[in-house]
DNA sequence: TGTCCGCTCTTTTTT
DNA sequence: AGAGCGGACA
């Protein structure tokens, strides 16, 4: 039992408890996955339970390998057990018993991409206005209503009475119609038909309450109702649950989860034994102060406080840059400085808000010669060429998959277009037939229009080849004859341009993958290799071992962990982003997030912020983050901002529109005032060099905090001089320009 | 039917 | 700013 030892007292505690509902709150970087993974060991090797009957459920694939990998270390490789994620888990049920709930074993998994493309035939279907009901919008209500358990007829019932209830309503029917009708799921029917398949079928969740003796859920503050309906419904039996959460971290309300699961697990299983997680093994102490001093501003948070016995190490440092590119710039170079000695590349991350904040970093990384990986943003499955070629391939699973052989019938060009299609629909639905049907019946295809007719033969006949035989080739084999026979390919090349070239390239690179899931399995089915690839997300890609800084959104770097950490874009609406001003609880799942991001870091943490910010294409003044506020500014290292070129202390008082400092600078040297009240300018603009050519002025002859005017804006500050760049800031109007074409604007 | 252009619209997070 | 859509044209 030595491995044990390692582990402080609440870990060990928690990993020898043996029966009954166990609650462990676990702080940020306490060992949560070390204590869970050790239990795992614990119960396998001193209570002799068999690996056969612990299930482990986590919410991304690199949890759930992560945890197999250390439980491997703990207890000897090849652990036939089941450490996987909610939706493989329910999946791999499903797999087994979906013909006891009406669907066939082949059912294939639509993802949000499909799930779109279907919402989107039903509105055109029902005449919808897709202005008014936006598929994105439908579907957070449909998928909201799957995680509620709220069936099409159910939310008929009590939405009915207005226009918009009974048009949501049909869409919810319709869409779910679709989905039967082509033998499919979403992500989201992946835990719905499960608990259903256990609440209708006793046979079934006996066999796995008997199976499940020990279940352990990790991340459970993230858990929804019907992955919390799933977990209870087979831990009613044994009643040995496990769960594994902080409530500091849940991140994902917006996605259902919800954090009373964990709030009130007390009180749902009965004789809950609660260990609390505070010794933090991963920060130092002024990072973990400062999180904290964040995250102290949510209300009904169990209360915890996390301590270390790290150094204090150094303060939190703050950088107000005067745009997104200087932010961008000011992180390089402190990547470039820092990364002599200790650290390398790998050891930085960059973690925003939203993923659109990438690129500007991705710039200034590329300019000093910074290897860097983005993470996130599109995924890789969601290029056209993939998404393309998995359709071909979901139709050789699945004939009746309508949603990919619509997506392929014209992909390659084959002549048939958008009427053609309506018509085949039609009549496939007066037959009562999947598309694919349709065009076996050799009447139907010599209907098509001529040119049509031999193209579709062939596919056709190339994709019922493969579907007979699908079982006996191998999944790499029925890529590649797939890619020629259709003549994908061949078009792709034929394109001759360099996008095609990227996307031949990608189909190659997509082949390896086929190959490296081949190699760890010979025996992978289509199925197999479909479903795998249907449940990944572009975090699971993640190589800790390339030495390349690291690029992606605070959302997916819950777990991670980075000597140095960034968090650019400190301002009000964009974090806290301004749609969570008006959601109730909004501002304090961004702060749970900002408490998320700020403890990933080890050693040093970094927060900047941008005076300007342009970002979807408008550029505004922004005001500092209200977190930033919060913080706790004993902790915040203001001597390290770096210095530019300061306003020599103007104030803008009596400056005509009363707008004032954008709040807390730890500089201070900003030239605003603090504490006065911020009036954001209506609209900036940029006035293009090319505009005014005046050679009248030169740029040495203006100075911040100077008085100008001009004829159009009126009266204006000068509120930065960079070379030849001035920044004008105007009563509603902010503009940027360069010394030359100052014409317009005179000293006053 | 296919292509191209210009217009508008959207801006969070993802299994 | 960029994608994605729709309309006009070949």
Same mark, same amino acid.
């Given at each position: 039992?030595?491995?044990?030892?390692?582990?402080?007292?609440?870990?060990?505690?928690?990993?020898?408890?043996?029966?009954?509902?166990?609650?462990?709150?676990?702080?940020?970087?306490?060992?949560?996955?070390?204590?869970?993974?050790?239990?795992?060991?614990?119960?396998?090797?001193?209570?002799?339970?068999?690996?056969?009957?612990?299930?482990?459920?986590?919410?991304?694939?690199?949890?759930?390998?992560?945890?197999?990998?250390?439980?491997?270390?703990?207890?000897?490789?090849?652990?036939?057990?089941?450490?996987?994620?909610?939706?493989?888990?329910?999946?791999?049920?499903?797999?087994?018993?979906?013909?006891?709930?009406?669907?066939?074993?082949?059912?294939?998994?639509?993802?949000?991409?499909?799930?779109?493309?279907?919402?989107?035939?039903?509105?055109?279907?029902?005449?919808?206005?897709?202005?008014?009901?936006?598929?994105?919008?439908?579907?957070?209500?449909?998928?909201?209503?799957?995680?509620?358990?709220?069936?099409?007829?159910?939310?008929?019932?009590?939405?009915?009475?207005?226009?918009?209830?009974?048009?949501?309503?049909?869409?919810?029917?319709?869409?779910?119609?679709?989905?039967?009708?082509?033998?499919?799921?979403?992500?989201?029917?992946?835990? !719905? $038909? /499960?608990?259903? #398949?256990?609440? &209708? %079928?006793?046979?079934? *969740?006996?066999?796995?309450?008997?199976?499940? +003796?020990?279940?352990?859920?990790?991340?459970?503050?993230?858990?929804?109702?019907?992955?919390?309906?799933?977990?209870?419904?087979?831990?009613?039996?044994?009643?040995?649950?496990?769960?594994?959460?902080?409530?500091?971290?849940?991140?994902?309300?917006?996605?259902?989860?919800?954090?009373?699961?964990?709030?009130?697990?007390?009180?749902?299983?009965?004789?809950?034994?609660?260990?609390?997680?505070?010794?933090?093994?991963?920060?130092?102490?002024?990072?973990?102060?400062?999180?904290?001093?964040?995250?102290?501003?949510?209300?009904?948070?169990?209360?915890?406080?996390?301590?270390?016995?790290?150094?204090?190490?150094?303060?939190?440092?703050?950088?107000?840059?005067?745009?997104?590119?200087?932010?961008?710039?000011?992180?390089?170079?402190?990547?470039?400085? !820092? $990364? /002599?000695?200790? #650290?390398?590349? &790998? %050891?930085?991350?960059? *973690?925003?808000?939203?993923?659109?904040?990438? +690129?500007?970093?991705?710039?200034?990384?590329?300019?000093?010669?910074?290897?860097?990986?983005?993470?996130?943003?599109?995924?890789?499955?969601?290029?056209?060429?993939?998404?393309?070629?998995?359709?071909?391939?979901?139709?050789?699973?699945?004939?009746?998959?309508?949603?990919?052989?619509?997506?392929?019938?014209?992909?390659?060009?084959?002549?048939?277009?958008?009427?053609?299609?309506?018509?085949?629909?039609?009549?496939?639905?007066?037959?009562?037939?999947?598309?694919?049907?349709?065009?076996?019946?050799?009447?139907?295809?010599?209907?098509?229009?001529?040119?049509?007719?031999?193209?579709?033969?062939?596919?056709?006949?190339?994709?019922?080849?493969?579907?007979?035989?699908?079982?006996?080739?191998?999944?790499?084999?029925?890529?590649?004859?797939?890619?020629?026979? /259709?003549?994908? #390919?061949?078009?792709?090349?034929?394109?001759?341009?360099?996008?095609?070239?990227?996307?031949?390239?990608?189909?190659?690179?997509?082949?390896?993958?086929?190959?490296?899931?081949?190699?760890?399995?010979?025996?992978?089915?289509?199925?197999?290799?479909?479903?795998?690839?249907?449940?990944?997300?572009?975090?699971?890609?993640?190589?800790?071992?390339?030495?390349?800084?690291?690029?992606?959104?605070?959302?997916?770097?819950?777990?991670?962990?980075?000597?140095?950490?960034?968090?650019?874009?400190?301002?009000?609406?964009?974090?806290?982003?301004?749609?969570?001003?008006?959601?109730?609880?909004?501002?304090?799942?961004?702060?749970?997030?900002?408490?998320?991001?700020?403890?990933?870091?080890?050693?040093?943490?970094?927060?900047?912020?941008?005076?300007?910010?342009?970002?979807?294409?408008?550029?505004?003044?922004?005001?500092?983050?209200?977190?930033?506020?919060?913080?706790?500014?004993? #902790?915040?290292?203001?001597?390290?901002?770096?210095?530019?070129?300061?306003?020599?202390?103007?104030?803008?008082?009596?400056?005509?529109?009363?707008?004032?400092?954008?709040?807390?600078?730890?500089?201070?040297?900003?030239?605003?005032?603090?504490?006065?009240?911020?009036?954001?300018?209506?609209?900036?603009?940029?006035?293009?060099?090319?505009?005014?050519?005046?050679?009248?002025?030169?740029?040495?002859?203006?100075?911040?905090?100077?008085?100008?005017?001009?004829?159009?804006?009126?009266?204006?500050?000068?509120?930065?001089?960079?070379?030849?760049?001035?920044?004008?800031?105007?009563?509603?109007?902010?503009?940027?320009?360069?010394?030359?074409?100052?014409?317009?604007?005179?000293?006053?």
């Amino acid at each position: 039992m030595d491995y044990l030892n390692k582990l402080n007292p609440q870990q060990r505690e928690a990993a020898i408890h043996k029966e009954g509902p166990l609650l462990i709150l676990a702080g940020a970087g306490s060992g949560k996955t070390s204590t869970m993974t050790h239990r795992i060991a614990y119960l396998i090797k001193e209570e002799g339970i068999s690996p056969y009957h612990i299930l482990a459920v986590t919410f991304t694939n690199k949890a759930a390998k992560e945890m197999r990998d250390r439980v491997e270390d703990l207890i000897g490789a090849g652990v036939n057990m089941w450490i996987l994620t909610f939706h493989s888990a329910c999946l791999r049920i499903l797999r087994t018993y979906a013909e006891r709930i009406g669907y066939s074993k082949d059912f294939v998994v639509y993802d949000p991409t499909d799930q779109k493309v279907v919402i989107k035939n039903c509105i055109k279907e029902q005449n919808v206005d897709e202005k008014k009901y936006p598929p994105a919008y439908v579907l957070s209500i449909i998928s909201d209503c799957k995680e509620k358990g709220i069936s099409p007829a159910k939310f008929g019932q009590e939405n009915g009475d207005d226009f918009k209830g009974k048009t949501v309503h049909g869409l919810y029917a319709a869409y779910e119609n679709v989905l039967k009708k082509n033998n499919a799921m979403d992500f989201d029917d992946l835990i !719905l $038909r /499960t608990v259903q #398949l256990f609440e &209708k %079928d006793d046979e079934v *969740l006996a066999y796995y309450q008997d199976r499940f +003796r020990y279940i352990m859920v990790d991340e459970y503050q993230d858990t929804n109702y019907m992955q919390y309906r799933f977990i209870k419904l087979m831990a009613e039996a044994h009643n040995n649950i496990c769960v594994v959460g902080d409530d500091d971290q849940c991140i994902y309300q917006w996605r259902g989860a919800d954090i009373k699961n964990i709030l009130d697990f007390e009180k749902d299983f009965k004789n809950t034994k609660v260990i609390k997680l505070e010794q933090n093994y991963r920060s130092h102490g002024n990072i973990l102060e400062a999180a904290h001093s964040v995250i102290e501003n949510n209300k009904g948070r169990k209360h915890k406080k996390l301590w270390t016995d790290k150094e204090e190490g150094e303060k939190v440092k703050y950088y107000r840059a005067e745009d997104e590119k200087d932010e961008a710039r000011y992180i390089a170079q402190e990547i470039d400085r !820092l $990364r /002599t000695g200790e #650290l390398k590349y &790998k %050891d930085f991350a960059i *973690l925003y808000r939203t993923n659109a904040q990438s +690129r500007t970093f991705e710039e200034a990384l590329s300019a000093r010669d910074i290897p860097y990986r983005v993470l996130g943003g599109i995924r890789y499955y969601d290029r056209k060429e993939i998404k393309d070629i998995m359709a071909y391939m979901r139709l050789v699973q699945n004939t009746a998959d309508d949603l990919s052989l619509a997506r392929i019938i014209n992909e390659p060009k084959r002549g048939i277009g958008e009427k053609t299609l309506e018509k085949l629909r039609t009549l496939a639905s007066v037959r009562n037939e999947s598309l694919f049907q349709l065009l076996t019946d050799e009447e139907i295809v010599d209907g098509l229009p001529s040119k049509a007719v031999e193209s579709i033969k062939e596919m056709v006949a190339t994709i019922e080849q493969y579907s007979l035989e699908k079982e006996n080739l191998r999944v790499s084999d029925i890529y590649d004859g797939l890619l020629v026979k /259709t003549g994908y #390919l061949k078009s792709l090349e034929q394109q001759d341009t360099v996008e095609a070239e990227g996307r031949v390239e990608n189909l190659l690179e997509f082949k390896s993958v086929i190959y490296d899931y081949e190699n760890e399995n010979p025996q992978l089915s289509l199925s197999e290799f479909m479903e795998r690839i249907a449940l990944i997300a572009e975090i699971d890609n993640h190589d800790a071992d390339e030495n390349a800084v690291v690029l992606m959104t605070m959302h997916s770097a819950k777990g991670l962990e980075f000597p140095v950490v960034f968090i650019p874009g400190m301002e009000d609406g964009l974090f806290p982003g301004w749609r969570s001003l008006e959601k109730p609880g909004g501002i304090d799942e961004e702060r749970r997030l900002c408490y998320v991001g700020m403890t990933r870091a080890m050693q040093k943490l970094y927060l900047t912020s941008a005076q300007l910010r342009t970002l979807y294409g408008k550029t505004d003044y922004t005001k500092e983050s209200q977190f930033l506020k919060e913080l706790d500014k004993s #902790l915040v290292d203001g001597d390290a901002i770096y210095q530019k070129k300061s306003m020599s202390g103007t104030s803008l008082n009596g400056f005509p529109g009363n707008y004032r400092n954008p709040g807390w600078s730890q500089g201070g040297n900003d030239g605003f005032n603090s504490g006065e009240i911020f009036r954001p300018f209506d609209q900036l603009k940029y006035i293009k060099e090319n505009q005014r050519t005046s050679q009248s002025s030169k740029g040495g002859d203006y100075q911040n905090g100077d008085k100008v005017s001009h004829s159009k804006f009126g009266e204006g500050l000068v509120i930065s001089v960079d070379g030849s760049t001035i920044t004008i800031a105007f009563d509603s109007v902010g503009v940027k320009k360069l010394a030359k074409d100052l014409a317009p604007i005179k000293k006053i």
